[in-house]
């Protein structure tokens, strides 16, 4: 970009700086929401392969707004440096405060909301007028609103106060309302075929590819993961959506960029989306030979778990699981540990996964327990976990192997209903043996 800018279609007169900056910014965002979907249908979320993609995405996101947000100031100032170094200030601080300080205040001060006024209403009323404050501030910084709108989002969402059916319903006005109305303006705005050019489009789409696949991917791999394992989170970073089109809407209201360019930006945001999960699919699935049945044992089975909470829980199954790996209780409950707490192991309908990669482990080692009352696993649809799975492996492939396994056999209430009242381990395999339709 900043080497052929007229061939990637910057504005005559534009700024060569920030037009590169820009193109940089727009191909490296991902797309969180287009991920995690993509994670949850191939039943992968809550694996380390999800965790990594996820978290990944989210600080991927945050940075490249807050670059874009940058390259508005600049473009937005004049290039004045007093005035860009006061839009950075602000926007740091804005960011900084939002994260913690406000963070802490949003989730204190839900519970309050929803006790004491209507629901929905009163909550929704709430969430929207927080966004569009933080949308005013950021536009008063010399930034767009929708980066204030953004930050208030991850901070907010953030909440375990905030119930699923407020985020359902923010998620239907948001799908059903705002974003046909998004598309629509766009649509009616240019033509694309007019301004569709082969060559740019080729090749905004190989440089996205290319960078996000062998950047990420070299960092998973230097993370430990195998090299197919590596590829899928490069594939996995990859989606892109809306952000890559409001990011280019932008640009082009302010002159930066030409229709050809967006054009480019809109086409590779759906095709990356598109290619995404089926690649990981085929990354993954033509390796697939560790299933859970085979990996369960009469001896790491607890037909009635002690525990109260979810470390308890997990404790008790790394003791029973200590001598099935040759290594310490203690050393095992460090590892599964710092996994959960960096994103909860809860699925849906009272199933819970803890699960670690424990270096040095020949095979899987899989540890069965039940509890009556249930523990709560930080689930998507708060169920209490009554039935929880510790999985162990010594690679990320088999780990993702019997996770996918799990969500399977368990999608079925009736699989869920015969696990719960099985009173032996025979009775809990027969369950897991019931074939999945």
Known sequence: AWSFPRFFGAEPGADRLNFALFVGTALSISALPVIAKILMDLK???????????????????VGWILFSVVLGMMNAGAQPTNIKHTIILTLLFVILMLTAGRWLVDKALPRIQAHASWPGGVLGFIFTLTLAAAAFTEYAGIHAIFGAFIMGIALGESSHLRKQTREHIHQVVTNVFAPLFF?????????????????????FAVACLGKVLGAGLGARLGGMDRRTSIAVGMGMNARGAMEIILGLLALQLGLIRERLFVALVVMALLTSLISGPAIHYLLQRRRAVSLKDSLSSKLFLQNLFARNRLEAIRELCELSAEAVGDSSDRLFRIVRERELISGSGLENGVAVPHARVNGLAKPVVAV???????????????RARIIILVLTGDTQSQIDLLADVGDLFSRQDTIDQALTARSFVEFMAAVNAPVK
Request: charged share 25%; proline share 0%.
């Open 44 to 62: 992968l979320f809550r694996s380390d392969l999800g965790t990594v993609v996820v978290s990944s995405a989210m600080f991927d996101d945050l």
């Open 184 to 204: 629509a303006s766009i649509g009616l705005r240019i033509n694309f075929a007019t301004h569709f050019s082969l060559g740019v489009t080729a090749t905004v």
């Open 369 to 383: 327990g039940k509890s009556d009352d249930g523990i709560d696993f930080d689930a998507r649809d708060g169920k």
